[in-house]
């Protein structure tokens, strides 16, 4: 979806997978079935909290003692786009967002989504979903997968106008979108609803939520004192 202007004192650029999204039950099934891929046994939604990070490579390296060879890589990245998709279309929304968003945007605020889910498979979602109209962008991922979120950020933000990234708020469920807020010259806010344990998040140094309510009025805060 493409670029709409605005003239907001505060935004919000929303992760997808994990924070409005909740497919954590779907990447879990579509994870173990992508280890099954190459012969590693399933793990439990604990220990991949405990482990997951970004790039997925490392992650994998995390799990296997090792990287994975360019044939593992391939192999787990099929499997697990494969079993995604499937699993996926049991999952919904996280609970309250659509209040959320209608609320922040009746105050005049502006939002949008950045996410490193496929942008093409993104945005019909998106749409399904009747949210569309809530953001003035959303981008997913055009290159290949497992990258980083950062350089993604700044193009994201660069072509929105009307907003500031010193009054621009990331809220997103791991650690690289604190890594992405900062190289984009935002701040964030970390919620525990998705791939990360609290403790790993906490470790970043933005502030932690266990609800997407307490990270948008963290988020108001935030914006407030910029």
Known sequence: MGKRTGNHAAHIVWDWNGTLFHDIDAVIRASN????????????????????????????????GRLPTEHEWSAMDEAFHQHYARHAVECGLAEGVELLLADWQAA??????????GHEELVPLVRQFGIADRFLRVDGRTGPSGGSKAEHMVRHLGVLDGVDPERTVVIGDAADDAVAALAAGARAVLYTGGSHSRASLEGVGAPVVDTLADAVREAERIAATA
């Open 108 to 117: 005049g605020r502006s939002q949008s989504i950045l996410s490193m889910y």
């Open 33 to 64: 079935a992508a280890f099954a891929a190459v012969g590693l046994a399933p793990i439990t939604l604990e220990k991949y909290r405990e482990l997951y990070c970004i790039p997925i490579p490392k992650f994998y390296e995390r799990l296997m």
